[in-house]
């Protein structure tokens, strides 16, 4: 017997298409047969909502100066107040990491030849808060702190195998019990399992919002509101017929 290794992924269902051995006449509907000679073919799905337990955000810290060191100064203390506010919100160093960092020179091109205004100075952190009651009041404490921009906010599984492992268990049920049905309704009687094949590579992108700037001054806490995530499973099962018939 053949058996790949599986894995579920997340994102949007796959259509699914069901397959049965060459002694059965095709039949219409929503799935569709597929005659092999080999034994019955089934395509298995499933579908779970599981709720994240943590969130991701990536925060930007942008300054601009006349002179490149001062832009470099600045954003170096805008940043740090950042980290401490994190810190102080009971985000851990383990859960921040730095994205990139970039200084740009900034020119008139109005004028020819252009000529040099200034800095842009950009730093970018990921930050993964743990504990969801406390993403809109961290990330409001943050951009008091000195961050500019708010980007990718995301809703994620810290342990995505579990919700996979789920999944893929409720798809190859479903599998099996579509190749049951069919070998009942064509009178034969399901053998060994020849072969079970994950579907399509794992996919994930629960995104809650894209981009928001984020006001300084802010009074109110940022709501956020936790989305459920989509766990989607399929495979593939090729069963023997079994020689001895209904």
């Not at 894995?7 to 092999?36: E, H, K, Y």
């Not at 990536?58 to 740090?80: H, M, P, W």
């Not at 743990?130 to 943050?142: E, M, W």
Request: net charge neutral; proline share 3%.
């Amino acid at each position: 017997m053949r058996v790949s290794h599986i894995s579920a992924f997340f994102g949007a269902a796959a259509v699914m298409t069901t397959g049965l051995g060459a002694s059965a006449a095709p039949i219409r509907g929503g799935d569709r047969l597929v005659m092999q000679s080999e034994g019955i073919t089934a395509h298995g799905h499933a579908e779970t909502k599981v709720k994240p337990d943590i969130l991701k955000a990536t925060l930007g810290v942008t300054t601009i100066s006349r002179s490149q060191a001062d832009a470099v100064s600045a954003n170096a203390t805008r940043a740090k107040a950042v980290l401490a506010a994190l810190h102080s919100g009971g985000v851990a160093d383990k859960d921040i990491q730095t994205q990139y960092y970039t200084v740009q020179p900034q020119y008139d091109y109005k004028k020819s030849p252009a000529v040099l205004t200034g800095y842009q100075v950009s730093n970018s952190i990921q930050v993964t808060v743990r504990d969801l009651t406390k993403g809109g009041v961290i990330i409001d404490q943050a951009t008091k702190a000195g961050a500019t921009d708010v980007n990718d906010l995301t809703f994620d599984l810290s342990d995505r195998k579990k919700a996979e492992g789920a999944a893929l268990v409720a798809a190859v049920a479903n599998a099996r019990s579509k190749a049951d049905l069919m070998a009942g309704a064509s009178g034969v009687s399901l053998g060994r399992l020849i072969s079970l094949d994950e579907g399509t590579a794992p996919t994930f992108e629960p995104v809650m919002f894209k981009s928001r700037a984020m006001a300084a001054d802010t009074s109110d806490t940022t709501p956020v509101v936790p989305q459920e995530i989509v766990v989607t499973a399929d495979v593939t099962v090729v069963y023997d017929i079994d020689a001895g018939v209904k």
